[in-house]
């Protein structure tokens, strides 16, 4: 692994992402890290990743992870939570990566939509904005709301809103009320 010390999840993640691309796993990178690529800089002591894997993939995933020195957690959620699990990936020194297995109303296209970034000297995909919007406003919390109007501000003349009104559709009337308020504002 890349790290060396406390306080680098951004790194944890390469190694994560080297073991998605050889399982030939779709992800997307989301959270903090999609956030600062899109105009919403903010501090985060983790990363996280949305993968294109089902519950039951997820453990077989998990042991592979294990078996490379990862410490791992696979905490499926109940039938109300919008993500159906989270594969939760930590090295010696506490740095995290969190992997949502899916999340209810998230397109399967989104992981087409998803673009390359350069990150020492490894290539990350990120997320893209209407997605990342329509998550954020899903969320709902305070900060979650937050980074969806910098992102939004950062943005506004290049955003296809007609595609991000259908995603946030999709994640339900609450979503799709918040994404209104924040356009207006």
Do not use: C, W
Request: proline share 2%; hydrophobic share 45%.
């Amino acid at each position: 692994m890349r790290t060396t010390g406390p306080g680098q999840s951004a790194f944890l993640i390469i190694d994560v992402i080297a073991v998605l691309n050889r399982e030939n796993v779709d992800y997307a990178v989301i959270g903090a890290m999609a956030g600062s690529v899109h105009g919403a800089i903010r501090a985060s002591v983790d990363a996280d990743a949305v993968i294109s894997l089902t519950v039951q993939q997820s453990a077989e995933l998990e042991r592979k992870f294990q078996a490379i020195g990862f410490i791992t957690e696979l905490r499926r959620g109940d039938l109300d939570d919008p993500i159906p699990a989270v594969l939760s990936l930590k090295d010696a020194h506490e740095n995290r990566v969190d992997l949502l297995v899916g999340l209810r109303g998230m397109e399967s296209q989104a992981f087409s939509r998803t673009f390359d970034v350069a990150f020492h000297n490894e290539k990350l995909r990120i997320i893209g904005r209407e997605d990342f919007i329509a998550m954020k406003v899903f969320a709902g919390g305070p900060v979650d709301l937050m980074d969806a109007s910098r992102v939004i501000s950062a943005a506004r003349e290049s955003l296809d809103v007609e595609l991000l009104h259908r995603l946030a559709r999709r994640f339900g009337g609450e979503a799709a009320e918040s994404l209104d308020r924040l356009l207006a504002g």
